[in-house]
């Protein structure tokens, strides 16, 4: 069983940063890319921000520039800070993994139960 378990969020002001963090725990013999994902109100999920094992990253044009996704791979987690916060950015935030399990021979995604961003303006 893997788990991913999301801390940070909140509420800000715009201008504002927040720093959100995401652990990985579990059999887990090896874990590529992790990221994170969100969802606005109305909105269908988007890439926020990824990153692989050996620390190449890639942003949604959105947040190029305000947003730095970083991972220790051997604590197995993810950090996403945000700077320069806009309203816009408001949504549940998902932390992904994609995931080698000690119990399969396939890699598969895991996602954190979300954790919610407002800015308000």
Do not use: H
Request: with cysteine; aromatic share 8%; proline share 2%.
């Amino acid at each position: 069983q893997v788990q991913l378990v999301e801390s940070g969020g909140g509420l800000v002001q715009a201008g504002g940063s927040l720093r959100l963090s995401c652990a990985a725990s579990g059999r887990i013999l090896g874990i590529y890319a992790m990221g994170w994902y969100r969802q606005g109100p109305g909105k269908q999920r988007e890439l926020v921000a990824t990153i692989t094992s050996g620390g190449r990253t890639n942003y949604a044009d959105s947040v190029k520039g305000r947003f730095t996704i970083s991972r220790d791979n051997a604590k197995n987690t993810v950090v996403l800070q945000m700077n320069s916060l806009k309203p816009e950015d408001t949504a549940v935030y998902y932390c992904y993994a994609d995931v080698l399990p000690v119990t399969l021979s396939r890699r598969i995604d895991y996602w954190g139960q979300g954790t919610q961003v407002t800015v308000s303006s």
